[in-house]
């Protein structure tokens, strides 16, 4: 039950905060595009995957 409610609940509240509280809302103050391009990248790159990045990597096997 702990592992669920910290999975499901507490990791994706805490990323929010992180991105869109914290680096969104920081740079936001001084330059707002700027503020949510920079946030938005940076939560992209944090969730993008390696083999998408790389596909010609020899681990990758699309058919798996």
Same mark, same amino acid.
């Given at each position: #039950?702990? $592992?669920?409610? $910290?999975?499901?609940? +507490? /990791?994706?509240? /805490? ?7 914290g680096?969104?809302? #920081? ?6 595009? #700027? ?5 938005? #990248?940076?939560?992209?790159? /944090? ?5 998408? +990045? ?11």
């Amino acid at each position: #039950l702990l $592992m669920f409610v $910290m999975t499901v609940l +507490l /990791a994706p509240l /805490a990323e929010e905060l992180l991105y869109r509280v914290g680096l969104t809302g #920081l740079i936001a103050r001084k330059k707002p595009v #700027l503020g949510i391009i920079v946030g938005g #990248l940076f939560f992209g790159l /944090a969730h993008i995957s390696y083999y998408v +990045l790389f596909p010609s990597s020899p681990r990758y096997n699309p058919t798996q």
